[in-house]
């Protein structure tokens, strides 16, 4: 149909099926939201401690970090409000401790690297790498 203004106006006949957000059609979106806010807090917090046991001045004062959350492969889960710039590259170091660290990673180890070729972004940024494994993962036979 064309209206007065020379617009043309289409009806749908038939509903449109609607596809469901990649990872959404099996899981309840409120426990999905819950999980969302409890891992952006988890980044958060990882933040707010970090600033707070600081004595850098460019952690303490200008703020120059950011934390992040990541799964078993490297992919972003959560990651806090800090310097986005950061966490462009980030996933690519933590990627880089996965594949060279691959199947040694132990509880309590803590990694740190500042290679621009494995995912750093330049050699004054120290990024630190710390896996978490639930605790059946590693629990003793």
């Not at 004595?55 to 992040?68: G, T, Y």
Request: with cysteine.
């Amino acid at each position: 149909v064309l209206t007065d203004q020379r617009s043309l106006l289409l009806t749908r006949t038939q509903e449109k099926k609607r596809a469901a957000a990649v990872g959404t059609d099996r899981c309840d979106p409120v426990m999905l939201e819950i999980f969302n806010n409890l891992f952006m807090s988890c980044a958060e917090q990882m933040g707010s401690t970090l600033e707070n046991v600081s004595h850098s001045v460019n952690i303490k004062e200008r703020l120059d970090f950011s934390c992040a959350l990541f799964d078993s492969q490297g992919n972003l889960i959560a990651n806090a409000p800090h310097v986005p710039v950061h966490l462009g590259s980030m996933d690519q170091s933590v990627k880089s401790i996965i594949k060279s660290q691959q199947g040694i990673f132990q509880p309590k180890d803590v990694y740190a690297m500042n290679n621009p070729y494995n995912g750093g972004t330049h050699i004054p940024d120290v990024t630190v790498i710390t896996p978490v494994f639930a605790e059946e993962e590693y629990a003793k036979p």
